[in-house]
């Protein structure tokens, strides 16, 4: 299947084509997305979300104890940091358009956004984190759904 639909308003939600075969113009969901988080594919083995961080707010100090994350950064500026323990975050570095950052199971970390737009990036997760369809309008709507697991 193939998701090339027409402009979206900023009331878009992204289509969660998994588990099926999938093609869909990632960069176009990204920039399109003003929700916190959306699924855009979810399989049994991995799961690809698309973000958007207000200026000023970050993702949020957090952990996946059995899956690695990826972001890949389209629009904005940021900080991430890393570490062991949440209260020792000992890697930092800065975030533009263009970069990769590889955060390995049971790392603790956190995305900030530093600019004056929205900080907007494709994350993938292996395996997947959240449920298929699933969409953040806000954090404080993630962080209400994460307290519910």
């Given at each position: 299947?193939?998701?090339?639909?027409?402009?979206?308003?900023?009331?878009?939600?992204p289509?969660?084509?998994?588990?099926?075969?999938?093609?869909?113009?990632?960069?176009?969901e990204?920039?399109?997305?003003?929700?916190?988080?959306?699924?855009?594919?979810?399989?049994?083995?991995?799961?690809?979300?698309?973000?958007?961080?207000?200026?000023?707010?970050?993702?949020?100090?957090?952990?996946?104890?059995?899956?690695?994350?990826?972001?890949?950064?389209?629009?904005?500026?940021?900080?991430?940091?890393?570490?062991?323990?949440?209260?020792?975050?000992?890697?930092?570095?800065?975030?533009?358009?263009?970069?990769a950052?590889?955060?390995?199971?049971?790392?603790?970390?956190?995305?900030?956004?530093?600019?004056?737009?929205?900080?907007k990036?494709l994350?993938?997760?292996?395996?997947?984190e959240h449920?298929p369809?699933?969409?953040?309008?806000?954090?404080?709507?993630?962080e209400?759904?994460?307290?519910?697991?």
């Amino acid at each position: 299947m193939r998701n090339d639909r027409g402009p979206r308003s900023s009331g878009y939600i992204p289509f969660d084509g998994g588990p099926s075969p999938y093609v869909v113009p990632i960069r176009s969901e990204v920039l399109r997305n003003d929700n916190f988080r959306a699924t855009v594919w979810t399989g049994e083995n991995l799961q690809a979300t698309v973000m958007s961080i207000p200026p000023g707010s970050d993702v949020g100090l957090e952990l996946h104890p059995d899956v690695d994350q990826f972001f890949y950064i389209l629009l904005g500026r940021g900080n991430v940091m890393m570490g062991e323990a949440m209260d020792n975050l000992t890697f930092e570095s800065p975030l533009i358009a263009g970069d990769a950052v590889f955060v390995p199971a049971g790392t603790w970390h956190n995305v900030v956004n530093i600019g004056r737009t929205p900080l907007k990036f494709l994350t993938i997760y292996a395996p997947p984190e959240h449920p298929p369809g699933t969409v953040h309008t806000t954090k404080a709507e993630a962080e209400e759904a994460e307290g519910a697991r």
